[in-house]
């Protein structure tokens, strides 16, 4: 028997967390989400995801970006080993030219991904840092 890996999404679209974790699933993956950020730090402490796939604006109530709960994600002794990759459309939205580059301390992530993100662009992600098998054998 094989434990699946755990993927935690937390995106305030509710389509693109529907999207997502249908691809997700459909390969392997176990899903859940969040469609606030601080919800989705809690869940995160819980539910105990191998790796998280995080948005970075939030409409709603005033509360952290993703670049912000990502350095509260990488602070977390329970939380710093667990990978995130952002999914954002910030540059589109922005017309930003620039490129966001992951760093240890302003953007502590494995990537960055532009919405909207390809299936394949995002599974080829998600396997360079969880591994190519979604099922992971059982010890």
Do not use: C
Not at 30 to 36: D, F, G
Not at 72 to 78: E, F, R, S, V
Not at 110 to 115: D, G, H
């Amino acid at each position: 028997m094989s434990e699946k890996q755990r993927i935690l999404m937390v995106d305030d679209d509710i389509q693109a967390v529907d999207t997502v974790e249908t691809l997700l699933q459909s390969v392997g993956y176990e899903t859940n989400h969040s469609y606030m950020a601080a919800e989705g730090i809690q869940l995160a402490r819980t539910w105990k995801p191998d790796l998280i796939l995080l948005d970075v604006m939030f409409a709603g109530p005033p509360g952290p970006d993703g670049f912000e709960v990502s350095r509260d994600l990488h602070a977390d002794p329970d939380l710093k080993d667990t990978p995130v990759i952002i999914l954002s459309g910030l540059k589109k939205f922005f017309g930003m030219t620039t490129d966001f580059a992951p760093d240890e301390t302003w953007m502590p992530v494995k990537a960055f991904l532009e919405k909207p993100v390809k299936p394949a662009t995002l599974l080829e992600a998600i396997q360079k840092v969880l591994g190519p098998d979604p099922n992971k054998a059982a010890a």
